[in-house]
């Protein structure tokens, strides 16, 4: 049986689409004539190559390096995934637990709120001395670290979520375990995937700075050898390489939040 498309929602998605493009077109646009500024700069400046190189030599230093960056951003990569995906599932059944019990948000939201006010390098040295070198150990720090903002996020979601939503569920012979992961997450999707959002603008940095300061490969080691040999481009490189990682990452959160959101506003319209 085929599904019969909302003409009101049909008329509603042009203009959406368009503001997506611009949204797209834009920036892009803005970053073209800032490379190009950056460019024509660097090149009638005469500066050098160890103070700002122009985007055509960080071009050229990447492409010239391009399977040992490759290396080390695939272990970085790996790194920063597994650690927000632990992240994700720790920080939301977090949120979940301050929640639904008031003595765990107590004795845990100040420590919590606290915790995200301690600088990376105060903690990196503790976990080179659980793990050592070894990538488990920056999973760990991704993780620890990444956990924090969905924790809150979650946890204000489910706290601003309208009461009519569980009265009108537990109403209708709901239980109160149904009503809170087939309910309330999914009113408060939108806040929750705002913290995932926050979490992933950190991952790939963090991870690489908890190599800079302890590790065997990864990202963080090339930028610490970049630095060392005064090869300015390839910190340039691998800055790139993180910014790009993040933006997948990003791009991942986006879809499935769009999925996500679209799937719950379907299955409202179908009941």
Known sequence: MSKTPNPNRLIADSPRRRQQWRRIIAPAITIAVLLGLWQIWVAAGGISERILPSPSQIAQATAATWPELMTASAITAAEGFAGFIVASAVGLLIGVGLYCWQTLHDALYPLIAAAQMVPLITIAPLFIIWFGFEP??????????????????????????????????????????????????????????SGLRISAAYVFATASTAEYLGAQNGLGIWLQSAFNSFQTPLIFSATLVIVVLTAVLLGLIAAVEHCTIDSNEESSFLR
């Not at 990444?146 to 239980?175: E, H, N, W």
């Open 136 to 193: 488990v150990g920056k999973v760990a720090i991704v993780a620890v670290f990444g956990l924090f903002p969905i924790a809150i996020q979650t946890y204000r979601g489910l706290a601003a979520v309208p009461s009519f939503y569980q009265d009108v569920a537990l109403t209708c012979g709901a239980s109160q375990a149904w009503t809170l992961w087939h309910v309330k997450l999914r009113v408060a999707a939108g806040q929750i995937f």
